[in-house]
């Protein structure tokens, strides 16, 4: 096990395209969590999956980002039409149940 | 929604001594408090967590409390190591909510 993994460690697009990222999370766990974290603060909750099932999405999360978990197992994370504003490490996180939350190394977002 | 204070935002202390960061949070509901730590440029690691039934929890050199009355908990380091030196996170899972709320992290420099 080698804990969360997430793909690509960096994305540089420009604005107005379209980015995907992906999340592996531990296997056996069944919880999956995207995180928003930009400079000098905490992570922010986007929404979280229980299987394949899309339980709780922040208000943080517009219309522009789609995220999917088809099998129960890795995410995808996409954000449309990519605003300056959406650059920020875009985080994951997985757990088993409500046990504590480990996370991936993260996919910095760097909109040009 | 939570609602997660964290002070101090930066904090200084001589390699061997104490270190006491704290945060307080909103949603009296909130039963679950871990701690992370984030080195730059690395993913944040749990290095300790507390559920809302217990008031105070300890590992080796780190220990955390929780005044459920008074909506707040801390993070306490004992005998600080350079190692030590990192930002650390607060964060608080509502009732209700499984997402985490984090504070705004606290930068721990240990001087030599």
């Known amino acids: 096990d080698t804990g969360v993994s997430q793909d690509p460690r960096h994305k540089i697009t420009k604005r107005g395209q379209n980015v995907t990222f992906r999340c592996d999370p531990i296997s056996e766990h069944n919880r999956l969590y995207w995180y928003r974290q930009t400079l000098g603060q905490g992570p922010e909750f986007l929404t979280y999956?229980?299987?394949?099932?899309?339980?709780?999405k922040s208000r943080l999360l517009s219309d522009r980002f789609s995220a999917e978990r088809p099998k129960g197992s890795f995410s995808t994370l996409e954000i449309q039409r990519t605003e300056q504003g959406d650059s920020a490490m875009y985080l994951c996180?997985?757990?088993?149940?409500?046990?504590?939350?480990?996370f991936g190394d993260g996919t910095r977002l760097s909109i040009l | 929604g939570e609602n997660v204070e964290q002070h101090p935002s930066t904090l200084s202390v001589q390699e061997g001594d104490s270190a006491v960061i704290k945060c307080t949070y909103s949603?009296?509901?909130?039963?679950?408090f871990p701690w992370y730590k984030q080195e730059l440029g690395k993913r944040p690691q749990l290095i300790i967590d507390i559920r809302s039934n217990v008031g105070e929890k300890k590992d080796q050199r780190i220990a955390v409390t929780l005044n459920k009355t008074a909506k707040h908990f801390s993070l306490h380091i004992t005998e600080t190591q350079p190692e030590d030196s990192a930002v650390y996170f607060c964060?608080?899972?509502?009732?209700?909510?499984?997402?985490?709320?984090f504070g705004k992290g606290t930068h721990l420099i240990i001087q030599p």
């Open positions: 964060a608080a899972r509502g009732g209700g909510a499984d997402g985490l709320t």
């Open positions: 996180a997985s757990s088993l149940h409500t046990e504590p939350q480990h």
């Open positions: 999956f229980q299987n394949e099932a899309q339980l709780e």
């Open positions: 949603d009296s509901a909130s039963n679950y």
